[in-house]
């Protein structure tokens, strides 16, 4: 069963300090001083596009959904190694549960991508408080009780890990069709050259 939530009912946003720099001031490629990735509204590499000294970071996160607020605006990755914010781009965790699964992290994050890729863009920027009201359904535990209200605590987690791993096992099998019919086809190709 599904119930709609509020993004703020499930969601709280992680206060990060300002890292004081700008992104030009940090390398794009990591080094063993410079090994903190940095988050930015990018998509590529997760918007983990450049790298931070630890002294640089006044917080570190892991295991939280980042969200480009700027330029490729409602763009969500789930982020569990560490990382910190740097700019155009925020942190957001669930209220009184810790994302105990890499298939969690990936469902939460289909779940806000699809709510907010739609509507948010770099004139209508996805920041925190213009995105606490969008509507987002996640799985629940049915209540017996019919005047029930639902919350973070009543979310099915199992669902959520039970449904990635089915999409990861049918995108598997598609690439193994399409792999053996790749073969197939080079096989024919030598032999007919």
């Not at 709609?4 to 890292?19: A, L, N, Q, W």
């Not at 890990?161 to 598609?174: D, G, S, T, W």
Request: hydrophobic share 35%; glycine share 2%.
């Amino acid at each position: 069963m599904f119930k709609e939530f509020k993004i703020s009912d499930i969601f709280y946003k992680v206060e990060t300090p300002k890292i004081k720099a700008k992104a030009k001031d940090f390398p794009t490629e990591p080094s063993s001083e410079y090994c903190v990735p940095l988050l930015t509204s990018g998509t590529s590499n997760q918007g983990l596009t450049r790298f931070a000294k630890i002294s640089d970071c006044p917080i570190i996160l892991n295991n939280a959904i980042s969200i480009s607020a700027n330029g490729n605006a409602g763009t969500c990755f789930y982020q569990s190694d560490d990382f910190a914010v740097l700019q155009d781009a925020y942190a957001v965790k669930v209220n009184n549960h810790e994302i105990d699964s890499i298939e969690e992290g990936l469902y939460l994050t289909a779940v806000l991508n699809k709510s907010l890729n739609t509507t948010y863009n770099w004139n209508n920027k996805a920041t925190w408080n213009r995105i606490i009201d969008e509507k987002i359904e996640l799985p629940v535990v049915m209540s017996t009780n019919a005047n029930h209200k639902y919350t973070v605590e009543d979310l099915d987690w199992n669902h959520m890990k039970k449904r990635i791993a089915e999409l990861e096992r049918e995108r598997i099998a598609e690439l193994e069709a399409y792999l053996k019919v790749a073969r197939l086809k080079n096989y024919e190709f030598i032999r007919n050259s």
